[in-house]
């Protein structure tokens, strides 16, 4: 899985959105429209290969308004479809340039 497959499943609207991301991204204050730029502007920071039943990732970018956002997401291979399994703003107390996490 990389950054580009769940970009193209954005573009193509390919993607399921967990109830648990759906309260996270309006209890963070944010838009789906914020989280799916932060996708096409972001990076992948952390690989997840081992998670059932898709392997996941957690991307980090910045929406419009140049705000961090991670957001954590599962890439079927077989239908080319992502799920958003969650979101949030990260905590500057927990992450380094919100890529790396503080020991």
């Known amino acids: 899985m990389?950054?580009?497959?769940?970009i193209e499943s954005i573009k193509t609207d390919r993607v399921?959105?967990?109830?648990?991301?759906?309260?996270?991204?309006?209890?963070?204050?944010?838009?789906?429209?914020d989280v799916?730029?932060?996708?096409?502007?972001?990076?992948?920071?952390?690989?997840?290969?081992q998670d059932k039943p898709y392997p996941s990732c957690l991307v980090y970018g910045n929406n419009f308004k140049n705000e961090p956002?991670?957001?954590?997401?599962?890439?079927?291979?077989?239908?080319?479809?992502?799920?958003?399994?969650t979101v949030y703003r990260p905590d500057p107390k927990k992450?380094?340039?919100w890529k790396r996490r503080k020991r």
Do not use: C, M, Q
């Open 2 to 6: 990389d950054i580009g497959d769940i």
């Open 36 to 49: 799916f730029v932060s996708v096409i502007s972001g990076e992948i920071i952390e690989k997840y290969p």
């Open 69 to 85: 956002i991670h957001s954590v997401w599962a890439y079927n291979r077989n239908t080319g479809a992502s799920v958003l399994i």
């Open 16 to 33: 399921r959105i967990t109830d648990h991301a759906d309260e996270e991204i309006h209890n963070d204050d944010l838009t789906f429209e």
């Open 95 to 97: 992450w380094i340039e």
